[in-house]
């Protein structure tokens, strides 16, 4: 390792050069910028308008919805591990036109307490696709648990959830709701 010269107050300190002074730069870029894994939180939205219409054609009412197989690539028989990203899931127990069959498309968030999930499209058996603003699991929940072998990264849910029909996406951590006034 390379020694500094020695530095005087009224002299800045100097970088070092070549790569181990590039690496302790970069190293000291992504911890002040989350490069590292950076925290992807769910950003909140209002529905669209055309997947309001159609969750109305679809007999979805907000507050309720069916339950899903939350990770269709890997089946039922285990805890699926999940990580950030695209997530295709399949209507279970089916709720209005949302039937058994349904297959939705959406994207996961692994990174908070919780895994959070959110929905943006479903083809019925029928072919027929259509927006829509689901969330995995209940309003109440925010997100799922996650089973406790989990690892960052790379983490164990179960393997079915209700999802709920939304008006609003919005993200909040566990134990941050606030409670109702008497």
Known sequence: MKKLPPTTPSEPPRQLS??????????????????A???????EGNCPAEARAAMKELRQWWGDGPTVLVDLRQGEEAPPLVRSGPIVSRVKVGFGGMTEGTVLFGELFTEGTNVYGRYDRAQTPDGKTHPVCFILGTEEEDG??????????????ANWSPITAVKRFVFREPGTRPKPED
Not at 37 to 43: E, I, K, V
Request: proline fraction near 10%; hydrophobic fraction near 35%.
């Open 144 to 157: 799922m648990e996650k089973i406790p072998s989990s690892e960052p990264g790379a983490v164990y849910i």
């Open 18 to 35: 070549g790569s181990p002074g590039r690496a302790l730069g970069t190293t000291a870029l992504c911890v002040g910028l989350a490069c």
């Open 37 to 43: 894994g950076a925290q992807r939180r769910p950003a």
